[in-house]
């Protein structure tokens, strides 16, 4: 999986500047894609539309742009502007009834990936791309996979050390993040107006 999400960034090398991907799976099937977007927002329904081209379109909106991903039980959010990942507040929100997964980078670092269930965050990993200066918060056996294949890793493989956060969490979840989602066109797109997103 890891040489998959290799591929997936050599292809879309300005990702490896700054993006954020969030999986949930919801435990409970009356919860629908609405209410995880209405959590997203701030408990507001936000606003929905088709952009022509997402991937550049998405840096004039000032605001994150979700581009959404339906898998099988499971729901994938790739914001591709900014790369800031969601608060601790909408993270422990879209995790009540759900488990919920995310990756995030932005251009000053921030490498991050997180696991949070039953409204709360479980475990946190920061740096992780970094071996010396990993930061790591909750319980440790949750990251256990992740660490394994971080260790199988050379300590400048940055690129592999992105893409076994992708594969991680493909591995907890089924859901993969598809290679031409970062380029789809005429695309409908989500922008949050939640300020605490």
Known sequence: ???YYRGFFE???WLENGLSWTVVLPLNEEITVDDL???L???RDPEQRVMDHPGEEAMDEGRPVLLLSE???TWGFLELAYGFGLSDRVLTELSRESRVWMVTWHFNGGYTILYAADGKI???MRDFVFTEHRIEEGDPSTLTDFRAMLDTLGPEDYRGKRSAAFAFIEAATGMDLDGELPVVENAPVVILDNPDA
């Open 1 to 3: 999986m890891i040489d």
């Open 11 to 13: 292809r879309h090398q």
């Open 37 to 39: 977007l209405r959590r």
């Open 41 to 43: 927002n701030g408990g």
């Open 71 to 73: 898998g099988e039980g």
């Open 122 to 124: 479980r475990a946190r």
